[in-house]
């Protein structure tokens, strides 16, 4: 019989002892909630396939033999959670989805600039320029609404529109989105398919962030909804889903034939940081972390909800954008008379992103907070938090 999920939450001792990136650099007494890791033990069915795989003392190159299970795994994955039938015979496996990106640009996108709506994942204005492009960022706008629920953030699409006609070949989307939380709508998407497909876009959809939609949420792909064959490149990894980014593995999706067969045919050493220690781990994540992710799901919603109440209630000067994916909290301190919330919070034992200046134009003001982790946790990151932001002005 198997055992059922459960959700672990690590002490403080045993995640300085491990030292992920997020806790190995931060003194005792400093909560860290900047870079995206969890604080949630791993999946049961991924720690015992990392723990059989070291069992047989054997750490050479990755294993050929696992990809074509890895894209039945992911294919199946979607079905499940998506309703999307991947093509798994389109599935490249890669070592991360930064490094697929940049496999795509260098190998399958044409000559020219970038559009890329903002504010956005930081690493892809280095990457892109690291690749020789011009980024064309269109920073994200305020939907209109004619009810009462709060405007949401979404694409400007007659922007984008207008960069693609002066010649951009590309647009690299995060969806969902980090910082901001958004799970774009698939009359949204829509729209941006259509733009693309007049102006022979490429159009390159980090969907790292898929299955952390909130419970009631839809993750619509944006291969849901573009034509056959279209210049569309997906990236996707269960090392973010599933807590795991210290694991080398990630899937690039490619939606024409022939870009498959291109980065396919590439020589090995372009693509082969992935491992076999990764490749197992996924493949358990995909097939048997269900029960697990939706624990997850349900208390990063909470852990939403808990943060907003504590944090604006004693410092209703922060705006947070409402979430629907991610457990990534994006907060509004432009009405905050603080010269430097983040130095601020540092202060009182919260390591926060820094400013949001970084994320592009759109997020000058803005920081993000990291919410996986306990609720006690959440609490005391807002209690932090509530007293450097107010006493501090």
Excluded at 62 to 73: E, K, L, N, V, W
Excluded at 183 to 197: D, F, W
Excluded at 315 to 329: F, G, N, S
Aim: net charge negative.
């Amino acid at each position: 019989m198997s055992t059922p999920a459960a959700l672990v939450d690590l002490d403080e001792g045993i995640l300085r002892e491990a030292g992920p990136l997020k806790w190995a650099q931060e003194p005792p007494g400093v909560i860290p909630a900047w870079v995206a890791e969890m604080d949630f033990a791993v999946a049961e069915p991924i720690q015992h396939a990392v723990q059989d795989y070291v069992a047989s003392g054997v750490f050479g190159y990755a294993d050929p033999r696992d990809r074509g299970a890895i894209g039945r795994a992911l294919a199946d994955f979607a079905r499940r959670r998506w309703s999307y039938s991947v093509d798994e015979d389109r599935v490249l496996v890669v070592g991360d989805v930064m490094e697929g990106l940049e496999l795509t640009l260098r190998h399958v996108v044409r000559a020219g600039a970038l559009i890329v709506p903002t504010p956005v994942y930081a690493p892809f204005f280095v990457l892109s320029r690291s690749c020789d492009r011009e980024v064309l960022p269109v920073p994200l706008v305020r939907e209109p609404r004619h009810d009462q629920r709060p405007a949401r953030l979404t694409l400007d699409i007659a922007a984008i529109e207008a960069r693609a006609a002066a010649g951009a070949s590309a647009i690299l989307l995060c969806q969902p989105h980090n910082p901001v939380g958004r799970r774009y709508t698939r009359s949204e998407l829509a729209a941006l398919a259509e733009v693309a497909q007049r102006h022979d876009l490429h159009v390159i959809s980090d969907e790292i962030h898929a299955p952390l939609t909130l419970p009631g949420v839809e993750h619509v792909p944006f291969a849901a909804v573009a034509p056959c064959d279209s210049a569309l490149t997906t990236l996707v990894s269960a090392t973010k889903a599933f807590n795991m980014p210290g694991l080398r593995c990630a899937q690039l999706v490619s939606h024409r034939a022939e870009d498959h067969a291109l980065l396919g045919s590439l020589h090995p050493v372009l693509n082969h940081s992935m491992t076999t220690l990764g490749q197992r781990a996924t493949l358990a994540a995909y097939r048997d972390g269900g029960a697990w992710l939706d624990l997850v799901r349900s208390r990063v919603a909470s852990n939403h909800d808990l943060f907003r109440r504590e944090l604006t209630s004693n410092v209703p000067q922060v705006r947070i954008e409402p979430a629907e994916a991610t457990y990534l909290a994006w907060l509004d301190l432009a009405d905050l008379p603080v010269p430097d919330p983040t130095a601020a919070a540092l202060d009182h034992g919260v390591r926060l992103d820094g400013q949001g200046a970084g994320y592009g134009p759109g997020g000058e003001g803005h920081v993000r907070v990291n919410l996986a982790t306990s609720p006690a946790r959440v609490a005391e990151i807002a209690a932090r938090l509530s007293v450097a932001w107010s006493t501090a002005s």
